[in-house]
Each structure stands twice: as structure tokens, then as C-alpha cells.
């Protein structure tokens, strides 16, 4: 039988597809508005702080960090390969080790809440 | 005695002219192009989260950081395309997960239409619970 690892790059692929497509957009409208001068009460230091010190809330801030730059990473690879980069083993290495970097940056940061 | 060779394989080139050869293909490049914006916006927050950690005086130059003309078209152009993806995702879910009730298939506008109702709703209730109105 075949061995592949497909499906361990691809399940968080999906995941995160699924998982972005709900919440990316108004995560963004989030920091639109505190660009443009109007940040949602939430931004405040203070409750910020306080919301990411719950263990529930740390959990899901790294999942989805983790499951969105995942996702990114796959789908770039597969961008490159569609752009005539023909060299898939060192974009892969190199984007998901990105991710995979990010993601243990958010969860550093995390553990300082 | 071998054979004197001559040949002249067939090399096929790799261009990426082919994205501008129909429309189809241009709003699939589009589509794989979000994962740009939504990996670098994730990225800004991975720093965002740094500046919080880091206390007050941090965060609040970040929060001025993010209020910079280029930042703001960075986060205009960024919901663009991950309004795109969401578009594009829920459309796809009826072909990735069918759903079949006794002998019908369900019809594929109603999964879609589900996916884009929970996401309003989701949407909405984000807005609300941030304070942002």
C-alpha cells in the first residue's frame, strides 16, 4: 500500500480553509476599524489583556493563528507550482517552516498573558 | 556499437502566461492569491500579539502602527480577498461534502446558502461582542 503524507498537510489545509473563510474577514474588519481611528472597545489594552488571559481564549488564538497560516502556506505552495516553480520540496520546506514559526511565536506570546 | 544519438526531446515550457488565457483561470489565480493576504494578515497579529505582551506603552504604537495610509489599503485590499475566499469556499462546500437525506441529494444552493447565512451571522455576532457598534 501506498504510504502518503497528503492527508497531514492537507487536513489543516482544509481546516483552515473552512476556519478563515468564517472568521478572517470580520477579524480584519476588526483591525480596519482600528486603523481607521474607530477601534472596537475590545482593542483597549486592558480588555485585551484580560481576554487573552483565559486558557479557552489562548487555545483558540493559537489555533487559528496555527490553522491560518497553514492553510496560506499549502496554498501558496501550490501557487508557485501553478507559476512554473517547479522546486516543491524547498517551497514547502520553507513555507510551512514559516508557518509553523509563526505559530510558535503567537504561542511565546501567549504564554506572557 | 551504439547508437550515434540525435535526438531532441520535446522540453515543455513553464510560463505563467496561461493565468491571463480566460477569465476562469484569472479569478483562480485571484482566489489562491488571498492566501497572501490572509497568511500576512495573520502575521501582523502574531506581531500585534508580541506589542501586547510586551504592555501598554507597546500596544498602543502598534494600534497607531496599524493607522498608517499603507496599512489602511493593506487591510482594505485584505478583506477583498478574504471576502473572495469565503465566497469561493462556501460555494465549493456542496461538491466537498454532498449531503444526501433518504434517496435525494440535498440541492447545492442550500448547503451553500447555509454556509453563507452561519457566516453572517457569525459575522454580525463578532461585530456585537467586540463592541464595535
Same mark, same amino acid.
Given at each position: 500500500?501506498?504510504?502518503?503524507?497528503?492527508?497531514?498537510?492537507?487536513?489543516?489545509?482544509?481546516?483552515?480553509?473552512?476556519?478563515?473563510?468564517?472568521?478572517?474577514?470580520?477579524?480584519?474588519?476588526?483591525?480596519?476599524?482600528?486603523?481607521?481611528?474607530?477601534?472596537?472597545?475590545?482593542? =483597549?489594552?486592558? +480588555? /485585551?489583556?484580560?481576554?487573552?488571559?483565559?486558557?479557552? @481564549?489562548?487555545?483558540? !488564538? #493559537?489555533?487559528?493563528?496555527? *490553522?491560518?497560516?497553514?492553510? =496560506?502556506?499549502? +496554498? /501558496?505552495?501550490?501557487?508557485?507550482?501553478?507559476?512554473? @516553480?517547479?522546486?516543491? !520540496? #524547498?517551497?514547502?520546506?520553507? *513555507?510551512?517552516?514559516?508557518?509553523?514559526?509563526?505559530?510558535?511565536?503567537?504561542?511565546?506570546?501567549?504564554?506572557?498573558? | 556499437?551504439?547508437?550515434?544519438?540525435?535526438?531532441?526531446?520535446?522540453?515543455?515550457?513553464?510560463?505563467?502566461?496561461?493565468?491571463?488565457?480566460?477569465?476562469?483561470?484569472?479569478?483562480?489565480?485571484?482566489?489562491?492569491?488571498?492566501?497572501?493576504?490572509?497568511?500576512?494578515?495573520?502575521?501582523?497579529?502574531?506581531?500585534?500579539?508580541?506589542?501586547?505582551?510586551?504592555?501598554?506603552?507597546?500596544?498602543?504604537?502598534?494600534?497607531?502602527?496599524?493607522?498608517?495610509?499603507?496599512?489602511?489599503?493593506?487591510?482594505?485590499?485584505?478583506?477583498?480577498?478574504?471576502?473572495?475566499?469565503?465566497?469561493?469556499?462556501?460555494?465549493?462546500?456542496?461538491?466537498?461534502?454532498?449531503?444526501?437525506?433518504?434517496?435525494?441529494?440535498?440541492?447545492?444552493?442550500?448547503?451553500?446558502?447555509?454556509?453563507?447565512?452561519?457566516?453572517?451571522?457569525?459575522?454580525?455576532?463578532?461585530?456585537?461582542?467586540?463592541?464595535?457598534?
Amino acid at each position: 500500500m501506498a504510504i502518503s503524507n497528503k492527508p497531514i498537510v492537507w487536513g489543516p489545509f482544509a481546516a483552515g480553509g473552512t476556519l478563515t473563510a468564517f472568521v478572517t474577514p470580520v477579524l480584519i474588519l476588526l483591525t480596519l476599524l482600528a486603523a481607521l481611528g474607530h477601534a472596537p472597545d475590545l482593542l =483597549a489594552y486592558d +480588555r /485585551l489583556h484580560a481576554f487573552l488571559g483565559h486558557w479557552v @481564549v489562548k487555545v483558540a !488564538v #493559537a489555533g487559528v493563528v496555527f *490553522l491560518s497560516l497553514w492553510s =496560506a502556506a499549502h +496554498r /501558496l505552495r501550490i501557487t508557485c507550482y501553478d507559476l512554473g @516553480v517547479r522546486a516543491d !520540496v #524547498a517551497v514547502a520546506t520553507v *513555507l510551512y517552516a514559516v508557518a509553523l514559526a509563526g505559530t510558535g511565536a503567537a504561542v511565546l506570546y501567549l504564554t506572557k498573558f | 556499437m551504439a547508437e550515434e544519438v540525435n535526438r531532441k526531446p520535446y522540453v515543455r515550457p513553464i510560463t505563467s502566461e496561461w493565468i491571463v488565457r480566460h477569465p476562469r483561470y484569472l479569478r483562480y489565480m485571484v482566489r489562491e492569491f488571498s492566501c497572501l493576504f490572509i497568511g500576512g494578515w495573520t502575521l501582523l497579529m502574531v506581531w500585534g500579539l508580541k506589542q501586547l505582551a510586551e504592555g501598554p506603552v507597546a500596544w498602543a504604537a502598534f494600534l497607531e502602527c496599524i493607522k498608517s495610509p499603507a496599512s489602511v489599503v493593506f487591510h482594505l485590499v485584505a478583506l477583498g480577498f478574504a471576502a473572495y475566499h469565503s465566497y469561493t469556499w462556501f460555494n465549493l462546500a456542496p461538491k466537498a461534502m454532498p449531503l444526501q437525506i433518504g434517496d435525494d441529494f440535498v440541492p447545492e444552493a442550500a448547503i451553500a446558502g447555509a454556509h453563507f447565512a452561519v457566516w453572517a451571522v457569525l459575522t454580525a455576532a463578532v461585530l456585537y461582542l467586540a463592541g464595535a457598534f
